[in-house]
T-cell receptor, first 110, second 112 residues
């Protein structure tokens, strides 16, 4: 099983739609979780960290499910500008590295 | 402005010609890292550094070298580039490994 897995998509949604992505991780000792956004061939930029209690930032909500070993990202009221690739990143306890998923592509259409 | 810078941004070279990609951060971060990104393979870590003079291999270190003589700089060295090192390279830094990483703008490398 791969360490961090994401559905590559693309997810095609109309403006205003709600869309959710999941990211599964294999190491139960994982400690830190992040969602990044990457526009075409540009650098990944942090979208939000994922806390055990879940967190929300405007239209974006991130959640962690330790029992099932996945994190999720929910985007409400999708905008055209949300079109991008969304990468999840996981750090395991005792490891000095972040492992990234391959990303999920989102395309928001008018 | 807090940032991670990389140079060059674009580079075309030939097999075997040594090259260095520089990375510099002005945020006094302890942790720095190099990744390569390839279609279908995602971001893969090449090397990382926990602090000055401390470097370690990531997932795909073969064919690369790094050094961390100063806190702010973390150059990536390709002693003898080969076509399979054609890729998009990102440098990243963070205050420490537990915190999120900030990425540089990327370096597109083509090895002929």
């Amino acid at each position: 099983r791969k360490e961090v897995e994401q559905d590559p998509g693309p997810f095609n949604v109309p403006e205003g739609a709600t869309v959710a992505f999941n990211c599964t991780y294999s190491n139960s000792a994982s400690q830190s979780f992040f969602w990044y956004r990457q526009d075409c061939r540009k650098e990944p930029k942090l979208l939000m960290s994922v806390y055990s209690s879940g967190n929300e930032d405007g239209r974006f909500t991130a959640q962690l499910n330790r029992a099932s070993q996945y994190i999720s990202l929910l985007i409400r009221d999708s905008k055209l500008s949300d079109s991008a690739t969304y990468l999840c990143a996981v750090r395991s306890s005792g490891y000095s590295t972040l492992t990234f998923g391959k990303g999920t592509m989102l395309l928001v259409s008018p | 402005e807090a940032q991670v810078t990389q140079n060059p941004r674009y580079l075309i070279t030939v097999t075997g010609k040594k090259l260095t990609v520089t990375c510099s951060q002005n945020m006094n971060h302890e942790y720095m890292s190099w990744y390569r990104q390839d279609p279908g393979l995602g971001l893969r870590q090449i090397y990382y550094s926990m602090n000055v003079e401390v470097t370690d291999k990531g997932d795909v270190p073969e064919g690369y070298k790094v050094s961390r003589k100063e806190k702010r700089n973390f150059p990536l060295i390709l002693e003898s580039p080969s076509p399979n090192q054609t890729s998009l390279y990102f440098c990243a830094s963070s205050p420490d490994i537990r915190e999120t990483q900030y990425f540089g703008p990327g370096t597109r490398l083509l090895v002929l």
